[in-house]
């Protein structure tokens, strides 16, 4: 099939800036060094009843609290209940906060099944909103996060938020949920000016 001069020039155009938008547009950016770029991080601790979810803005070579919270989903909600819940609740803050990466806290091992079947659903029900909204989905194992973070793989819930406090400058430690969220997304804004390594990869 033949193509006109203007047609091959429009072509290369697209395949130029295919895969790289400016965080302007709300999405990361590749520099040539290789390393990722993000404006704005949106962290995500799944869990069927308590969610936690965090957005920072990239301050220089550390971060700063938009929004977190926990979505608490009662014991007398069925699952189907949770996942609508859940799903809904991270459209509407991916909407007002427009991050352009995601940082999700990886899978544990779990020796009961059912909890990690649970686990599961309500992973898939906070990714599918932030694969729906085009963001680079990014997993950090729990141990990674916490050596990033804390300096110790094995830290407890309380240290981290102690550190999360005192790395975003918040007068009280977030809640146990949120101050995970918020540290998995900022372990990645860490990784984030290293080089990208097959360690850091979108899902």
């Not at 995500?44 to 220089?60: A, C, F, K, N, Q």
């Not at 806290?105 to 020796?111: I, K, S, T, V």
């Not at 550190?163 to 809640?175: A, I």
């Not at 949120?178 to 804004?189: E, S």
Request: contains cysteine; hydrophobic residues 40%; aromatic residues 4%.
């Amino acid at each position: 099939m033949g193509m006109s001069p203007g047609e091959y020039q429009k072509l290369q155009q697209r395949l130029l800036g295919r895969g790289r938008k400016t965080a302007a547009t709300g999405t990361s950016e590749a520099s040539a060094s290789g390393t990722l770029k993000f404006r704005r991080i949106l962290g995500i601790d799944p869990s069927l009843r308590g969610t936690g979810y965090g957005v920072i803005e990239t301050v220089g070579q550390g971060g700063r609290l938009l929004v977190a919270g926990t979505l608490k989903c009662p014991a007398s909600w069925p699952r189907s209940r949770c996942w609508a819940f859940i799903s809904g609740e991270l459209r509407r803050v991916v909407q007002q906060h427009s991050p352009d990466g995601c940082a999700v806290e990886g899978l544990f091992f779990a020796q009961n099944l059912r909890t990690a079947i649970t686990l599961g659903e309500a992973r898939g029900a906070a990714l599918s909103v932030v694969a729906e909204a085009g963001l680079p989905i990014f997993e950090l194992a729990p141990r990674a996060v916490k050596q990033s973070i804390v300096g110790f793989g094995g830290a407890q819930k309380l240290a981290v938020a102690k550190m999360v406090q005192r790395m975003l400058g918040l007068e009280t430690p977030p809640d146990p949920d949120a101050a995970d969220a918020l540290a998995v997304a900022l372990a990645l804004l860490q990784s984030a000016g290293a080089r990208v390594s097959q360690r850091l990869k979108p899902l």
